[in-house]
């Protein structure tokens, strides 16, 4: 069974004083056995006294006296200093290791007061107050980057609660609209008496269109949950999905009257065939429905060079362009960035009475930003539109 370092449960400000006051301690034994050996040899190497006696015009004459012959009790004081030399370097040495520790720990207090401020305002962070940024210190030290980098993260986090809020909101009220609809058939055809089988016919055809739309609408909502768990690793050869795309839409064409048009053109892109086939499948399939009776849907694959954007940085080199032209009624302008938001429609009464739910192009967003790509409005006008999905190459 694995032992907890004890250490880990002290604090930043204790370990902080432990590990500084390790060092001052190594530090300053090593200084003690340095300065008190070199002070002992040096006692110890004083030696015998040399007295040379020089006089003018002989030889001169040495004599090497022993201080011990001269001071009888010369080599006692000697062993007393060196003992006393010892004593008082190993006091000063644990007077200055203690007054060190004690002033690391009031020091390091002071400067990771800063750090415990900040965790006093973390934790008074909730779910309703994402919002409100921290005060940032004006110390460009690292506590202010560190205070910036989590206001960043929290407006980061605020973002993704709106959307999710907004997108549960939006999901409530798709789901319950269609019970409702049930709901309210139900109890008036429950108040007659005797129907007739013209009334249980539409009763049911009333129940079969809403469980459709139900069961349509929590199918997608599958699909968008489940993206980021499905591997992105195949080889694509976007002209052969979008044949294959075009083979199974060509009944739905063929009752709207629209023609399906691929030109000529190819590129290889890695990524999840069954994701990338569901985008485009989309936006054909939205170009069909919105299109004019004798209309056109063209697809058009090429690669060129495509212009950084904020919301996928990187595209931004050579890219793979799936543009899906079509002969419709067009999208207006103020709405050409709206319609790739969850349950955003140009026109609910018409988008529900063709079944959709208005995630159809949101999943086409989410599946290009899954491949660091993205989706967007080249051109619309009354004429038609044309939406390209850009895929890094």
């Known amino acids: 069974m694995n032992k907890k370092n004890p250490i880990k449960k002290l604090s930043l400000q204790w370990r902080l004083t432990l590990i500084i006051t390790l060092l001052m301690t190594i530090t300053c034994v090593l200084m003690y056995f340095f300065i008190s050996r070199s002070a002992v040899t040096g ?199 979008t044949d294959e795309v075009f083979c199974d839409l060509i009944s739905v064409a063929d009752q709207k009257e629209v023609e399906l048009i691929q030109k000529d053109g190819d590129c290889t892109v890695i990524g999840s065939y069954l994701l990338l086939y569901r985008a485009v499948y989309n936006l054909v399939e939205n170009a069909i429905k919105y299109n004019h009776p004798g209309g056109k849907v063209t697809v058009k694959i090429s690669q060129k060079k495509a212009e950084p954007d904020c919301s996928a940085p990187s595209v931004s080199a050579d890219c793979a362009f799936v543009e899906i032209t079509d002969t419709g009624i067009g999208i207006p302008p103020e709405f050409q960035e709206k319609i790739f938001d969850p349950f955003f429609r140009v026109d609910k009464s018409r988008s529900r009475a063709m079944g959709g739910a208005g995630l159809g192009l949101a999943l086409v967003n989410e599946i290009a930003r899954q491949h660091s790509g993205l989706v967007k409005v080249l051109e619309s006008s009354k004429k038609g539109s044309t939406i390209a999905l850009v895929l890094p190459l």
């Open 43 to 241: 006692i110890e190497d004083l030696g015998d006294y040399v007295v040379r006696i020089n006089k003018t015009d002989s030889t001169p004459i040495t004599f090497n006296i022993n201080p011990s012959t001269l001071f009888s009790g010369l080599s006692d004081q000697v062993q007393a200093t060196k003992d006393q030399f010892r004593v008082r370097s190993i006091i000063a040495t644990g007077i200055i290791i203690l007054l060190s520790s004690i002033c690391t720990y009031f020091i390091s207090r002071r400067a990771l007061q800063p750090l415990r401020s900040l965790s006093n305002e973390v934790n008074k962070i909730e779910a309703q107050n994402l919002s409100e940024s921290l005060e940032v210190p004006d110390t460009n030290d690292e506590i202010s980057h560190l205070t910036g980098s989590f206001n960043k993260m929290l407006s980061r986090l605020d973002e993704a609660f709106t959307a999710q809020k907004q997108f549960s909101a939006s999901a409530a009220h798709e789901l319950r609209t269609p019970l409702a609809v049930m709901q309210t058939n139900l109890e008036v055809f429950a108040r007659k008496n005797n129907p007739d089988i013209e009334e249980y016919q539409e009763i049911f055809r009333m129940i079969q269109e809403q469980t459709e739309r139900l069961s349509h609408l929590s199918e997608v909502l599958l699909d968008m949950t489940g993206i980021q768990s499905i591997e992105r690793s195949d080889s694509i050869s976007l002209a052969a999905l």
